[in-house]
């Protein structure tokens, strides 16, 4: 199993490949049969060709990659970061990546974000009107499909059931933005008959945005529109400690593919510094690993995540005093102290 790789832009370019040797180290000692190979789609590549995404490119990743395993897009030179949406968006749609897992680590447990992935305010469909050179009217346009939020709700609710959970929330917006948020409501309401192992209940998002913040304990599993979703994540990452600890997977379940990265941007104020916090990298591989079915050796990684996170070689956002590689490498140092029947293993 071959994955593709896109360190992308800033601390992308950092945290990546920091924890790509985890990845190999770990594909070694389980025999996974796992391999990379690193793309260069960026800033970089956008300001020298004018290419993000190039052509065929998601079909290609589609066809050939198990997962893709991605950094951060984002550059102070391309203020309106027309390459990243080229990129992200250019991936998200071509490979159908419509439902994206955000889990929410905290103290009491993790409460099971899933988002609505390429749809709604995101989908692109809007215009402007110009009048002497500034824009005097503009438009972005909530777009759903009834078959896109159904197979996203009935995935999500089927993930829930799986894991045990119990309560599932709906957070919309229907007394403001009744057309797409009464939509949300009906397919929700109708999926859930065929779970009964799950009680729903239903939120309109800035109250739900209030709880979860006063007392996010009552939560376990929450459904919410793309918009939505991606704000309540940006909270739920705050309440954990920080965007560097918060990692995503976005995921078609229909074909199986799968891109996995920390919800993190590039963070061009401390790129190049050697302190950009590589948990959410390494969060986001383990991830990728139990959606390829190794769940022993993902389990391995975020238990020594979590371990070095509480160290002195924890980034200066986690308290310590460490670098991204430092960090990294008490990481590696974790795993092969953990391996079963450890022995001498050399570095990649």
Same mark, same amino acid.
């Not at 729903?200 to 109250?207: A, I, K």
């Not at 997977?249 to 941007?265: D, K, M, R, Y």
């Not at 591989?285 to 996170?309: E, F, I, N, S």
């Not at 460490?322 to 974790?334: A, D, I, K, N, Y």
């Given at each position: 199993?071959?994955?593709?790789?896109?360190?992308?832009?800033?601390?992308?370019?950092?945290?990546?490949?920091?924890?790509?040797?985890?990845?190999?180290?770990?594909?070694?000692?389980?025999?996974?049969?796992?391999?990379?190979?690193?793309?260069?789609?960026?800033?970089?590549?956008?300001?020298?060709?004018?290419?993000?995404?190039?052509?065929?490119?998601?079909?290609?990743?589609?066809?050939?990659?198990?997962?893709?395993?991605?950094?951060?897009?984002?550059?102070?030179?391309?203020?309106?970061?027309?390459?990243?949406?080229?990129?992200?968006?250019?991936?998200?749609?071509?490979?159908?990546?419509?439902?994206?897992?955000?889990?929410? #680590?905290?103290?009491?447990?993790?409460?099971?974000?899933?988002?609505?992935?390429?749809?709604?305010?995101?989908?692109?469909?809007?215009?402007?009107?110009?009048?002497?050179?500034?824009? @005097?009217?503009?438009?972005?346009?909530?777009?759903?499909?009834?078959?896109?939020?159904?197979?996203?709700?009935?995935?999500?609710?089927?993930?829930?059931?799986?894991?045990?959970?119990?309560?599932?929330?709906?957070?919309?917006?229907?007394?403001?933005?009744?057309? @797409?948020?009464?939509?949300?409501? #009906?397919?929700?309401?109708?999926?859930?008959?065929?779970?009964?192992?799950?009680?729903?209940? #239903?939120?309109?998002?800035?109250?739900?945005?209030?709880n979860l913040v006063r007392d996010p304990k009552p939560y376990e599993g929450v459904l919410a529109s793309n918009l939505f979703g991606d704000i309540i994540s940006d909270i739920g990452a705050a309440l954990m400690g920080g965007l560097g600890l918060a990692s995503s997977a976005s995921i078609c379940p229909e074909t199986n593919a799968a891109l996995?990265?920390?919800?993190?941007?590039?963070?061009?104020?401390?790129?190049?510094?050697?302190?950009?916090?590589?948990?959410?990298?390494?969060?986001?591989?383990?991830?990728?690993?139990?959606?390829?079915?190794?769940? @022993?050796?993902?389990?391995?990684?975020?238990?020594?995540?979590?371990?070095?996170?509480?160290?002195?070689?924890?980034?200066?956002?986690?308290?310590?005093?460490?670098?991204?590689?430092?960090?990294?490498? #008490?990481?590696?140092?974790?795993?092969?102290?953990?391996?079963?029947?450890?022995?001498?293993?050399?570095?990649?």
């Amino acid at each position: 199993m071959k994955i593709a790789v896109i360190p992308g832009d800033g601390i992308g370019k950092e945290v990546v490949p920091a924890t790509l040797p985890a990845l190999t180290l770990l594909s070694e000692a389980f025999d996974l049969g796992l391999s990379y190979e690193v793309f260069d789609w960026g800033a970089d590549r956008w300001l020298a060709s004018g290419v993000g995404l190039p052509t065929g490119a998601a079909e290609r990743l589609g066809r050939d990659y198990a997962a893709v395993f991605l950094g951060a897009l984002g550059d102070p030179r391309i203020p309106d970061m027309a390459h990243g949406r080229d990129i992200l968006l250019g991936l998200r749609r071509g490979l159908d990546l419509y439902v994206n897992y955000r889990p929410i #680590e905290l103290e009491h447990g993790v409460i099971d974000l899933f988002r609505e992935n390429t749809q709604g305010l995101y989908a692109g469909v809007g215009g402007s009107v110009s009048r002497f050179g500034a824009v @005097t009217v503009a438009i972005d346009e909530c777009v759903y499909t009834r078959s896109t939020i159904e197979g996203f709700v009935r995935y999500c609710l089927g993930r829930l059931r799986e894991k045990g959970r119990r309560k599932v929330t709906l957070v919309h917006k229907s007394n403001a933005v009744p057309n @797409t948020g009464r939509l949300w409501q #009906e397919v929700f309401r109708q999926e859930l008959e065929a779970f009964p192992e799950l009680v729903g209940s #239903e939120e309109y998002v800035d109250s739900f945005c209030y709880n979860l913040v006063r007392d996010p304990k009552p939560y376990e599993g929450v459904l919410a529109s793309n918009l939505f979703g991606d704000i309540i994540s940006d909270i739920g990452a705050a309440l954990m400690g920080g965007l560097g600890l918060a990692s995503s997977a976005s995921i078609c379940p229909e074909t199986n593919a799968a891109l996995f990265e920390p919800v993190h941007g590039s963070a061009p104020d401390i790129a190049g510094k050697g302190t950009a916090n590589p948990y959410a990298a390494a969060m986001s591989l383990a991830m990728l690993l139990d959606h390829l079915g190794h769940g @022993t050796a993902a389990g391995l990684l975020r238990t020594c995540t979590q371990v070095a996170a509480t160290g002195d070689g924890a980034t200066p956002d986690l308290g310590g005093g460490g670098t991204t590689e430092r960090f990294m490498g #008490e990481v590696m140092s974790l795993i092969e102290q953990r391996l079963p029947d450890a022995g001498p293993i050399a570095r990649p």
